[in-house]
């Protein structure tokens, strides 16, 4: 099993695999389950970043570029994705966000990604 996060040192037959963090060098002892643990949900492909990053969301979805942010995002929203970035997906949850007294609020039921950016929102 190849893996882009540790380099493979062994296995053994109990089910153990002896692994390198290609980044830190560190060597770790883990079950084929554990090891299957790092790729959820999987690294972009780009720059191996896990949880979100320029490339991707939270949500694992695709972030769009400088050019598609001008061109789509509502003008009440643009310095907001500029500066935080917003997928495709992110365009519809913007409308589920409402200020209220300063404050940004979401609407019941929103996802988490949508509960992110509020608290995003929030935080400048």
Not at 32 to 60: I, K, T, V, Y
Not at 106 to 124: K, S
Request: proline content about 6%; glycine content about 6%.
């Amino acid at each position: 099993m190849s893996d882009r996060r540790f380099e493979m040192l062994s296995s053994s037959e109990s089910g153990l695999t002896y692994v390198r963090e290609k980044r830190g060098g560190v060597m770790r002892v883990l079950t084929e389950s554990e090891l299957a643990d790092f790729n959820d949900p999987p690294p972009c492909p780009q720059c191996a970043e896990q949880f979100g990053c320029e490339h991707f969301n939270c949500a694992g979805e695709a972030m769009l570029s400088e050019d598609e942010v001008e061109s789509v995002a509502p003008p009440q929203w643009l310095a907001f994705a500029k500066a935080c970035g917003i997928s495709r997906e992110d365009l519809d949850r913007l409308k589920l966000i409402e200020e209220h007294e300063g404050e940004y609020r979401v609407a019941p039921g929103a996802d988490m990604r949508t509960q992110e950016i509020v608290l995003l929102l929030n935080e400048r």
